[in-house]
Every structure is written in C-alpha cells, then in structure tokens.
C-alpha cells in the first residue's frame, strides 16, 4: 500500500495544563492503518507511585513501537490516559495521551494491564498513595502494602485503532469528553526521552521487527544519559495574543530561549566527553565509569528540567490576560 503523509501543524486546542502551557503539536495524517498491538508480559512494578503507561505504535514516517514501561506520576491523584490512533479526514491521527484527575477517552483501545478500552482498572488513588490492583498488574507483594485484588474482564482485542476499516467502533462519553475539557499536561520528560530512544532504535521499527518488537516494555522509561540523547530541543507555543507587535517580541523571546538551552545542552555535552576522554586515558575501572555515567544521567535529566520550566515559565508570561494557557490534545 502507497503510503500518503500530510504534515499539518496542530494549534493548541481542547487542554488545559495545570503546571505547563500547552505546546503546538505536529500531526501527521498516515494512509497506513497501525499494526495490531503485540502481546506482551509486563515488567515488575519498579517501586511506589510508579504508574503502568502501555506501549503504542508511533510514526516518523514509518511506524515504531514505543514500550509500555513504568512512570511516576507527575501530580499526587493523577492517572494516565493513553494516547491512541484514531481514523478521520481520510487518514489516521494520532491523538497525544495525557496525565489528569481522570481518565480520558482513549480510542476504546484493549491495551491491558489495567486500561481494556475505557476508564482505568489497574489502580487507584487514595488518601495521597496509589494502589495496584494485583489481578492486572505485577507488583511484589513483600514490598507493597498498598495493593488490592479485583478481578476484571479482559477482552484480548489487538486492534490498535479507532474507526476506519477494521477499527475500534467507540465513542467518547460524556465524563470522557469532560476529563479531556480539564485540567491536565502532557508526557513528562521521561516519557518524551523514553518514546525518542524507541524512535533511534532500528529494531523498533516495523520495517525491522514486523510488528514483534524485540523490546516490548520496559521496566523504567529510557532515559538519556548524554544531552546528545534527548529529543529536539522543545518551542513554546506560538504567542497569539491578537497584537502582531507583541506577538514579534514574543517570537522573539522564545528564538533567544531555545538558542539559549541549545548552547546549554552543547556545552555540557562537551564537558561530559571531556571527562570521558580523561578517564579513557586514565584507564579508569569500571566502577568508576559508571559512577560517572550516574553523574552524567542526573546533570542531563536536572538540566533538561529546568529547560521544561524556562519554557513553561515564558508560556505562562506570554498566555493572553485572562484567556488562559490553551493546551494541544490532538484531533478528536
């Protein structure tokens, strides 16, 4: 099949983000149906607060599998909607997941461990602590106290897409639409670094694997280590305040930021080869490089950090007086 890619630029639209502006999003509309999910066992549950996020299918002009993996959540009470492939327009979209008080509509997709199309059965929070449901989720009984077993029906369904031929034929409900209205945010950094190694891996791609991935799930997101291995640096949002003056100077603000955190990210990367340079000289042990390389995995991820609030920080400076932040959620 003829593979037809439309790239169009998503304005912010349809969320609010409670600690972060939302961004403009890519959208890209793909004539090719996503592969079916592949069946996978799901990694031990790494410790407290961690939440169960399933894998996906992502795009960049061939199709990858992002694993599931395991991610604190970013706000006490907050649980995570997946992302799903949805049919429209005449291709497929897909629609960014996100964190929220509730879960939101996912494109009625079986993606296990907790999440069978819609609302969320592998945990919940209560009086500030999640609890796992042990019927869908691994979780080491010796180290959680804070566990519950519900049985659940599980339907199997692989399919990874909602309408079209051979799609999920599902619908928002009302409380759907209403979660996807409120306040929540987008991937945190972990998941962003996490679904950027899957992309740079060439045995995530269908074309390499098809549609077995060798990596599955993980049992914690793929972090960089390097600045090297973080995604493109991120651009705010577009300044729309209805004054073109403002909205120059606006521009202009976010080019100088986003020079200004790619020369950070330049300099330390540079700093940490030095370093390993010296030790390569010094025919360090192996212990010792790996203390480095924990060193070196802590500066990248409190840098890329404080990148995230730089930006969220200028989006909140820049939003129009009295609209609000007006997040992106992808077409629905």
């Keep these: 099949m003829r593979i037809r890619i439309m790239c169009l630029l998503l304005l912010a639209g349809g969320m609010l983000f409670l600690s972060a502006p939302a961004i403009a999003q890519i959208g890209v509309s793909v004539a090719l149906a996503p592969p079916t999910l592949p069946a996978y066992e799901q990694p031990m549950c790494p410790g407290d607060g961690y939440i169960w996020t399933p894998g996906y299918w992502a795009w960049d002009g061939d199709y990858y599998w992002v694993p599931g993996t395991w991610v604190m959540a970013p706000e006490i009470g907050y649980l995570w909607t997946p992302g799903y492939w949805g049919w429209g327009g005449g291709g497929y979209f897909f629609n960014e997941g996100y964190w929220g008080a509730s879960i939101g509509f996912y494109g009625g997709i079986d993606y296990g461990f907790g999440y069978f199309g819609n609302g969320y059965e592998g945990g919940r929070w209560q009086n500030g602590h999640f609890f796992y449901n042990t019927a869908v989720n691994r979780v080491e009984g010796n180290s959680f106290r804070n566990v519950y077993n519900e049985r659940v029906n599980d339907s199997a369904n692989r399919v990874s ?165 007006r997040g992106g959620g992808g077409r629905r």
């Design 161 to 325: 897409f909602n309408g079209g031929s051979g799609g999920i034929s599902a619908r928002a409900t009302a409380s759907e639409q209403t979660a996807a209205r409120g306040a929540h945010t987008g991937p945190v950094s972990a998941q962003t670094q996490h679904a950027f190694a899957a992309k740079n891996d060439p045995q995530q791609r269908l074309s390499a694997n098809h549609g077995a991935p060798p990596v599955s799930a993980t049992a914690r997101a793929n972090t960089a280590v390097h600045p090297k291995e973080l995604p493109p640096v991120q651009r705010p949002a577009s300044s729309q305040t209805g004054n073109a003056r403002l909205d120059q100077q606006n521009q202009k603000q976010q080019d100088k930021l986003v020079a200004q955190q790619g020369q950070d990210r330049q300099k330390l990367q540079q700093r940490q080869e030095q370093e390993h340079q010296q030790l390569s000289r010094q025919k360090a042990a192996p212990e010792r490089m790996q203390q480095v390389e924990q060193q070196h995995q802590q500066q990248t991820q409190q840098m890329q950090q404080g990148h995230q609030q730089q930006t969220q920080q200028m989006q909140q400076r820049q939003a129009p007086a009295g609209g609000g932040a």
